[in-house]
């Protein structure tokens, strides 16, 4: 059985600070994906890692894919209050399916 | 353009009754899945519809779920005799699969249907 483990499950830090978040496995994936999800939404993608050592920038989060594919982080920088949320990282199994991790809740205080 | 929709948003039942969650995917997406989250959980595959392609119904955890996608388009998902297990959300993503790779391709989700089974 292929798994994702992230880490922390919960992360509260005050605006400004920077933060990392984990996602790992014993397994290999092909790709791995990083949503984010708020309160009554569905997730959204925020970026796609495949190559193995892949390092991807959007604005202030740095997404990293792990040289043997199977494990990422996501670094965000100067955290905002716009930041606070569910953050969900998904590799690919096959083709068409995703193996979720159970997220990290990610809170930043004003 | 208009997103993925789901309704109903919520759904109270109690144990032992049927539910139908409706989904209506983006204009045009050949694609479309329905995933379960529970609390503190990450998202389950429940079934995979590809066009005409037989559905992969394969994450589906018992002969009470299924599924239907008519017409290529707007898919049901129902629940038989609910139990209190099956509590969580359900969420439902399609994508215009064009033969690619996964990375290659961009689900979209809706906002999911709030199961509460008492």
């Known amino acids: 059985t292929q798994l994702l483990e992230q880490s922390p499950q919960f992360l509260s830090i005050q605006e400004g600070e920077n933060l990392t978040v984990y996602c790992n496995s014993s397994s290999v994936f092909s790709s791995l994906q990083w949503y984010r999800q708020e309160p009554g939404e569905g997730p959204v993608l925020l970026v796609t890692v495949v190559t193995g050592g892949e390092v991807k920038k959007l604005k202030r989060l740095t997404f990293q894919f792990g040289d043997a594919r199977k494990d990422s982080s996501l670094h965000i920088t100067a955290a905002q209050p716009g930041d606070t949320g569910l953050y969900l990282c998904?590799?690919?199994?096959?083709?068409?399916?995703?193996?979720w991790g159970a997220g990290t809740k990610l809170i930043i205080k004003p | 353009g208009a997103g993925v929709s789901q309704s109903p948003s919520n759904k109270v039942t109690e144990k032992g009754k049927d539910v139908e969650l409706r989904c209506d995917p983006i204009s045009g997406h050949t694609a479309l899945y329905w995933y379960r989250q529970s609390l503190g959980q990450g998202l389950e595959f429940l079934i995979y519809f590809q066009g005409n392609s037989a559905p992969d119904k394969s994450g589906l955890p018992s002969d009470r779920f299924s599924a239907e996608r008519t017409g290529g388009s707007v898919s049901t998902l129902t629940i038989q005799r609910t139990q209190q297990e099956d509590s969580a959300v359900y969420l439902c993503?399609?994508?215009?699969?064009?033969?690619?790779?996964?990375?290659?391709?961009?689900?979209?989700f809706g906002p999911g249907t709030r199961l509460l089974v008492l």
């Open positions: 998904a590799g690919a199994r096959s083709n068409y399916q995703l193996i």
């Open positions: 993503a399609s994508s215009s699969r064009q033969l690619t790779a996964l990375y290659q391709e961009t689900q979209y």
